[in-house]
Each structure stands twice: as C-alpha cells, then as structure tokens.
C-alpha cells in the first residue's frame, strides 16, 4: 500500500454475514461477530456508544 485507498485490497474475506445479529461483521478466522460478540460471548454485545437505531 503506498497510495491512495484501493476498493479492494486483494478481494479477502474477513467479514461475513452474521446469522445473530445480521451485521456483515462475523470474522472469518476469528468465528466472532464484532458487533454482536457471537461466537465470543453467550449474550449480546452491548455497548452504550453503540446502540442500536
Ligand atoms: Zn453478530
């Protein structure tokens, strides 16, 4: 990377489509959400300066 923002870097997958949450944030190698924590904790995600619309 030396300049300007390519669209996309090689064309990987790190993020699908969250089956809980429904969020394209489920981590392809990690098996967690990063919005919703599935896969990382029992219970929803939550965060303050998150919240849902
Ligand atoms: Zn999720």
């Known amino acids: 990377m030396s300049k300007g923002t390519p ?10 489509r969250c089956r809980r949450c429904g969020r394209h944030s489920f981590h392809r190698q990690r098996r967690v959400c990063s ?19």
């Open 35 to 53: 919005s919703c924590g599935f896969g990382r904790t029992a219970h929803l995600r939550r965060y303050d300066w998150a919240k849902l619309r």
């Open 7 to 16: 669209s996309s870097a090689g064309g990987k997958i790190v993020h699908f």
